[in-house]
Protein backbone atom coordinates (compact mmCIF):
# COMPACT_ATOMS: atom_id res chain seq x y z
CA UNK A 1 0.00 0.00 0.00
CA UNK A 2 1.42 3.62 -1.06
CA UNK A 3 2.33 5.83 1.59
CA UNK A 4 -0.11 8.54 -0.25
CA UNK A 5 -3.09 5.93 -0.12
CA UNK A 6 -1.97 5.32 4.27
CA UNK A 7 -2.14 8.86 4.16
CA UNK A 8 -5.49 9.36 2.61
CA UNK A 9 -6.83 6.41 4.60
CA UNK A 10 -5.89 8.26 7.33
CA UNK A 11 -7.89 11.51 6.66
CA UNK A 12 -11.22 9.38 5.73
CA UNK A 13 -10.84 7.19 8.80
CA UNK A 14 -10.23 10.83 10.71
CA UNK A 15 -13.53 11.89 8.57
CA UNK A 16 -15.41 9.25 9.66
CA UNK A 17 -14.42 8.92 13.21
CA UNK A 18 -15.40 12.64 13.39
CA UNK A 19 -18.81 12.14 11.84
CA UNK A 20 -19.47 8.94 14.26
CA UNK A 21 -18.54 10.84 17.56
CA UNK A 22 -20.21 14.34 17.11
CA UNK A 23 -23.22 11.91 15.61
CA UNK A 24 -26.56 13.60 14.72
CA UNK A 25 -28.25 14.52 17.73
CA UNK A 26 -30.47 12.64 20.21
CA UNK A 27 -30.32 8.74 19.18
CA UNK A 28 -34.50 8.72 19.07
CA UNK A 29 -33.81 11.66 16.21
CA UNK A 30 -33.74 10.88 12.66
CA UNK A 31 -30.92 13.04 10.67
CA UNK A 32 -32.34 15.42 8.79
CA UNK A 33 -29.47 16.66 6.45
CA UNK A 34 -27.59 14.38 3.96
CA UNK A 35 -24.01 12.90 5.19
CA UNK A 36 -21.25 15.96 4.29
CA UNK A 37 -17.62 14.89 4.15
CA UNK A 38 -15.00 13.43 1.21
CA UNK A 39 -15.48 9.72 0.18
CA UNK A 40 -11.95 8.51 -0.83
CA UNK A 41 -11.30 4.68 -2.23
CA UNK A 42 -9.15 3.19 -4.82
CA UNK A 43 -10.81 4.45 -7.89
CA UNK A 44 -10.18 7.97 -6.63
CA UNK A 45 -6.16 6.68 -5.61
CA UNK A 46 -6.16 5.17 -9.09
CA UNK A 47 -7.28 8.55 -10.67
CA UNK A 48 -4.54 10.79 -8.94
CA UNK A 49 -2.28 8.19 -9.88
CA UNK A 50 -3.12 8.34 -13.35
CA UNK A 51 -3.34 11.56 -13.46
CA UNK A 52 0.02 12.11 -11.87
CA UNK A 53 1.59 9.69 -14.47
CA UNK A 54 0.17 11.30 -17.52
CA UNK A 55 1.33 14.83 -16.06
CA UNK A 56 4.52 13.40 -15.60
CA UNK A 57 5.35 12.12 -18.89
CA UNK A 58 3.57 15.24 -20.36
CA UNK A 59 6.58 17.36 -18.35
CA UNK A 60 9.00 14.89 -19.69
CA UNK A 61 10.74 15.29 -16.04
CA UNK A 62 12.59 12.45 -14.40
CA UNK A 63 12.10 13.15 -10.51
CA UNK A 64 8.86 13.36 -8.42
CA UNK A 65 7.13 10.13 -7.54
CA UNK A 66 3.49 10.07 -6.85
CA UNK A 67 4.33 7.99 -3.86
CA UNK A 68 5.98 10.70 -2.12
CA UNK A 69 3.25 13.47 -2.02
CA UNK A 70 1.46 13.89 0.84
CA UNK A 71 -2.74 14.94 -0.26
CA UNK A 72 -4.76 16.59 1.89
CA UNK A 73 -8.40 16.85 0.17
CA UNK A 74 -9.68 20.39 1.03
CA UNK A 75 -13.10 22.40 0.17
CA UNK A 76 -13.86 23.36 -3.15
CA UNK A 77 -12.05 26.85 -2.28
CA UNK A 78 -10.04 27.43 0.64
CA UNK A 79 -7.98 30.49 2.35
CA UNK A 80 -4.48 30.33 0.99
CA UNK A 81 -1.67 33.15 0.47
CA UNK A 82 -1.86 33.46 -3.44
CA UNK A 83 -5.14 34.63 -3.92
CA UNK A 84 -7.93 36.47 -1.56
CA UNK A 85 -10.85 34.68 -2.53
CA UNK A 86 -9.26 31.11 -1.94
CA UNK A 87 -7.92 28.42 -4.45
CA UNK A 88 -9.08 25.63 -5.21
CA UNK A 89 -5.35 23.58 -5.22
CA UNK A 90 -2.33 24.75 -3.59
CA UNK A 91 1.65 22.88 -3.47
CA UNK A 92 3.82 23.58 -0.68
CA UNK A 93 7.37 23.02 -0.49
CA UNK A 94 8.37 19.42 -0.34
CA UNK A 95 5.95 17.54 -1.22
CA UNK A 96 2.20 18.57 0.07
CA UNK A 97 -0.35 19.04 -2.25
CA UNK A 98 -4.02 20.31 -0.83
CA UNK A 99 -6.66 20.25 -3.74
CA UNK A 100 -10.61 21.69 -3.23
CA UNK A 101 -11.14 20.10 -6.81
CA UNK A 102 -9.89 17.45 -8.70
CA UNK A 103 -9.16 19.96 -12.03
CA UNK A 104 -6.44 21.41 -10.36
CA UNK A 105 -4.47 18.24 -9.34
CA UNK A 106 -2.75 18.34 -12.11
CA UNK A 107 -1.76 21.96 -11.84
CA UNK A 108 -0.48 21.45 -8.22
CA UNK A 109 1.14 18.08 -9.94
CA UNK A 110 3.48 20.14 -12.20
CA UNK A 111 4.52 22.50 -9.46
CA UNK A 112 5.41 19.58 -7.50
CA UNK A 113 7.26 18.34 -10.30
CA UNK A 114 9.22 21.43 -11.30
CA UNK A 115 10.07 21.97 -7.93
CA UNK A 116 11.65 17.95 -7.13
CA UNK A 117 13.62 18.58 -10.29
CA UNK A 118 14.84 22.20 -10.17
CA UNK A 119 14.14 23.71 -6.58
CA UNK A 120 12.11 26.26 -7.74
CA UNK A 121 8.22 25.03 -8.08
CA UNK A 122 7.47 28.36 -10.40
CA UNK A 123 4.42 30.26 -8.41
CA UNK A 124 4.80 32.92 -10.91
CA UNK A 125 3.29 29.81 -13.50
CA UNK A 126 6.29 31.05 -15.75
CA UNK A 127 6.22 27.45 -17.46
CA UNK A 128 4.61 26.68 -20.69
CA UNK A 129 4.26 22.92 -18.83
CA UNK A 130 1.34 25.17 -16.82
CA UNK A 131 -0.53 25.24 -20.11
CA UNK A 132 0.28 22.22 -22.04
CA UNK A 133 0.18 19.65 -19.36
CA UNK A 134 -2.80 20.40 -17.21
CA UNK A 135 -5.77 19.28 -19.68
Not at 56 to 68: E, Y
Not at 74 to 82: D, L, N
Request: proline share 4%.
Amino acid sequence: MSLAFKRIGSLGLLLITLINTTGCGKTSQAATSSLQGVFIDANTIAFLQQKFDEAKTCAQLPKGNFSDLSIIMMPPSFTCPYYTSGCSGEFDEPNLVKIGTFSSWKHEVIHYLIYVNTGDPDTNHTSSLFQTCTT
